[in-house]
């Protein structure tokens, strides 16, 4: 283990000489560390990447294997590297970078040739599901900003995965705020497998040492009358709009200021008239819409910038010029009073209070005090580049956001963030304005001051913030507040929350035997099993973060509203010959069965082997054998293909497909689609849909649609017999077996059960058909032969083994063709059939 040496350096095995610096509770936090697994918690700034390195270190040194750190952001992960790269005396090359940037296969291949691995947890996550890389050689892995993991986040997966693969894990899990309480603690301990706890607070005597004072500041400014005036303008609308729904008795209240905890639950009545087959529930859905989009507005106009007003207005007219565009986005931009609050917004000319304030702290910092650097935080790309925009002219000043593309904003490059990361922290320009994706973690030595825009509702946040300031040095933080607007209700939400949360952590410095006692207990009794975790834990993996604080704007889609006159000719130009009001009596009009279409059931028991021939196959059970589902890249949002990657006897591998979004076999390919898909086809007239399940019966002899999510026939206001005719249009026009489900983990079941019945049962293998680019000339003769009268890969390369050539198996006689192993009497005559027929188009 690392030890203190007499010139207050840090040795030890594969340590760099006189580079770490002594820091006693360095030492302390990362001997815990070193002996379980451990969550480590310590204030921003003071070396939490320190103290995993140490246990990094010694792990190498007596475990061999390698390390894994896992960062929320790409510039994070980079920095990570960097200090890994310095302070380890291993190659340079053997600290890998891993985010999106890096080529699947290359990540592969750097992999194996790796001692250290820092990397986004989502490139991790699919190189998982994907089988590109192994977790059993990893002897350390630290998950950075551990507080991330709730809900869906890949820290979960990933963490679940390493405990059950790796031959001798360690975790440790790093935060400055790991949550508001002590259930929220135990969660992220349960979910990471963190059985202990390490704190140190700026209350301990070696923590105090290396600390700086902080100063915060609260600025209130007023805002001018023209401002005011708008805001109010659209008050009145949201108003308006509550007083419909309070008549749909959903609310009581016509305040535009109620809380957003109050305009969920208005939400959630509007969903049970909608489920109890109420109308009314539609149109309060549409107004609910709108009301969020005014609420969004209005925030922007009193906290933000009357410009960033001006261009969501400009976005929303977009929107609502768009095909399928919502009813609520339409009467949005249409209401008289909306049209005059944003022709006033286009005639305004004068600076937001916030700017002028802004620009004079900031020639105060920078003027007056001879200070060097200052951070602005913006919860608003818009806010972002107009400010960047308007301190460049007074100011040397560049922006840091996301590398996500917005509307009217581009993203930056991996290299352009740490490009203007380094030149910012080696004094290259003066002022940085960033949203959110600088709030965690990101060395930013020595910054002089740290200005909020606006409050952050969220004390996570707000101490990630203020950790960039303080760190080597003192420095002050202020906040701008706008007076009589909701920055003051964030203001005390965040303030209440951050004591809250200081107080936890010093709780939680107190009480760490008994949190251990308690985390052995849950796990034992195998409590929070993550059920509490509420959906938008997953949200976080967006490491842009650009945008307002959760719950300010919602999608159109949310409204339910439909149109059901676009319903019926969307169903009824799919089904083109079919008949639209469908057959089946129990409301599934148009499901097949699998195991029976298209004569399966005599081919099933011809190539299977076996004597019935009713065209069942039981289940196969797990026997040892390996079966393999191709998912596409693009579902791994759903989680589908995560759920099938942790269970046994499942391989599952990650393309791009052209066809399907997951392939089972070699005749078998997948086609999903959530309810809410479902119905988008047919309201939008968007064919898409018909247009995947064609290319998918086109190069697949068993195309299958599944339908995944419950209440198909009452979740939009669309006549259920539009729905029918679409999916009679699925299993007559296209020949699609169409499957429902009730959840993406139902969705995992019934994949494996296909994949083991067409792999194990029917000894099929997977082929990917339809691909992009080409196949070698051997693929192809395979695919050719394969794809008469099916016989499959297997026998494909019997035959061709065989007679030596596709013309040779094309021209053999039935006599011929029995010869070749796995070929019986049915199979030979259909390919006879097949190869010596006349065609009848």
């Given amino acids: 283990m690392a030890t203190a040496t007499d010139d207050r350096y840090v040795e030890g095995p594969l340590l760099a000489d006189g580079f770490i610096e002594e820091r006693r509770y360095q030492l302390r936090l990362a001997d815990t560390a070193g002996r379980d697994h451990t969550l480590v918690c310590l204030p921003t700034g003071l070396g939490k990447t320190a103290v995993s390195l140490l246990v990094t270190a010694d792990r190498l040194a007596e475990h061999g ?85 709730t809900g869906n986040y890949a820290y979960n997966y990933i963490a679940d995965r390493y405990h059950a693969d790796a031959e001798t894990p360690l975790v440790t899990g790093m935060s400055a705020s790991p949550g508001g309480d002590k259930e929220e603690i135990l969660r992220v301990c349960d979910n990471l497998g963190l059985r202990e706890v390490a704190v140190m607070t700026e209350d301990d005597a070696d923590v105090e040492a290396h600390t700086h004072h902080t100063s915060v500041e609260w600025e209130h400014v007023e805002l001018p009358e023209t401002v005011i005036e708008i805001r109010d303008a659209l008050n009145d609308v949201i108003s308006d709009r509550l007083e419909t729904l309070r008549e749909l008795g959903v609310t009581s209240s016509t305040d535009p200021s109620m809380s957003q905890k109050q305009l969920n639950a208005i939400r959630a009545k509007l969903q049970q008239l909608i489920n109890n087959d109420d109308s009314d529930g539609y149109s309060g859905m549409s107004a609910h819409a709108e009301i969020m989009k005014l609420r969004r507005a209005v925030e922007l106009v009193e906290t933000q910038s009357v410009e960033s007003l001006r261009r969501y207005f400009e976005r929303q007219r977009d929107a609502a010029r768009s095909s399928g565009s919502s009813k609520a986005s339409q009467r949005f931009v249409s209401e008289p009073r909306v049209k005059e609050a944003t022709r006033r917004a286009e005639s305004f000319d004068d600076l937001h209070p916030k700017f002028r304030r802004t620009r004079i702290l900031l020639a105060q910092t920078l003027g007056i005090e001879n200070g060097e650097r200052v951070i602005v935080f913006t919860e608003s790309r818009d806010t972002a580049e107009t400010l960047t925009d308007f301190l460049g002219e007074h100011f040397d000043t560049h922006r840091f956001v996301g590398q996500g593309d917005k509307e009217g904003s581009d993203g930056m490059t991996q290299k352009e963030q740490k490009e203007t990361l380094d030149a910012f922290r080696n004094g290259e320009f003066e002022v940085l304005v960033s949203t959110s994706v600088a709030e965690e973690g990101l060395d930013v030595p020595d910054v002089d001051l740290v200005l909020f825009y606006e409050p952050v509702p969220k004390g996570i946040r707000s101490i990630q ?246 209440r198909l026939y009452e979740t939009r206001n669309v006549h259920p017999n539009a729905v029918r005719g679409a999916l009679a ?48 000339l051997a693929e192809q003769q395979e695919y050719v032969v394969g794809s008469v009268a099916e016989v499959g890969p297997v026998t494909a390369r019997a035959l061709l083994e065989h007679f030596g050539g596709v013309e040779a198996v094309m021209t053999a006689d039935e006599e011929a063709l029995r010869a070749v192993d796995g070929v019986g009497e049915v199979t030979a005559g259909r390919i006879r059939e097949v190869t010596g027929s006349d065609y009848a188009g």
């Fill in 465 to 710: 913030r203020k950790g960039r300031t303080g760190r080597a040095s003192e420095g002050s933080v202020v906040v701008l507040l706008a007076e009589d607007t909701r920055d003051e209700a964030f203001f005390w939400m965040s303030r209440n929350e951050e004591k809250k949360m200081q107080e936890e952590l010093r709780k939680l410095k107190s009480i760490e035997g008994e949190i251990e006692a308690e985390i052995a207990e849950q796990a034992g009794l195998g409590e929070f099993e993550d059920a509490g975790d509420d959906a938008a834990g997953g949200s976080e993996s967006d490491e842009d973060g650009d945008d307002a604080a959760a719950g300010t704007d919602t999608s159109d889609a949310a409204s339910g509203e439909t149109d059901d006159a676009a319903a019926n000719d969307a169903a009824d130009g799919a089904a083109a010959n079919g008949d639209a009001d469908g057959t089946a009596a129990d409301g599934q009009a148009g499901l097949t069965d699998f195991a029976g279409q298209a004569g399966g059931a005599d081919r099933a028991a011809d190539d299977a082997g076996a004597d019935d021939a009713d065209g069942t196959v039981a289940e196969a059970a797990p026997d040892g054998e390996t079966v393999e589902v191709v998912a596409d890249q693009r579902e791994l949002d759903s989680h589908i293909a995560r759920d099938l990657s942790t269970r046994e006897g499942i391989e599952t591998r990650l393309e791009t497909l052209a066809v399907g979004d997951y392939v089972l076999s070699d005749r078998v390919v997948v086609e999903r689609k959530s309810v809410e898909d479902f119905l988008d086809t047919l309201v939008g007239g968007d064919r898409s849909m018909f247009e995947q399940v064609g290319d998918a019966a086109r190069f697949y002899a068993r195309p299958v649609v599944v339908v995944e999510g419950e």
């Fill in 65 to 149: 294997g390698m390390s894994l750190l896992l960062a929320p952001t790409k510039p994070l992960v980079q920095q990570h590297a960097a200090f890994y790269r310095e302070a380890l005396t291993v190659l340079d090359e053997e600290v890998v970078v891993f985010t999106g940037d890096v080529r699947p296969d290359d990540r592969a291949e750097l992999w194996d040739e790796a001692r250290v691995v820092c990397a986004t947890p989502q490139v991790i996550e699919n190189d998982l599901v994907g089988n590109r890389v192994s977790l059993a050689d990893v002897t350390h892995c630290t998950f950075d900003e551990c507080h991330r993991a």
């Fill in 729 to 776: 249009s699925l299993a007559v026009d296209f020949g699609a077996s169409v499957l429902r489900t009730d959840d993406p983990e139902e969705t995992a079941d019934l994949l494996e059960v296909i994949a083991r019945r067409e792999q194990e049962a029917d000894d099929r293998e997977v082929s990917v058909h339809g691909e992009k680019g080409g196949k070698t």
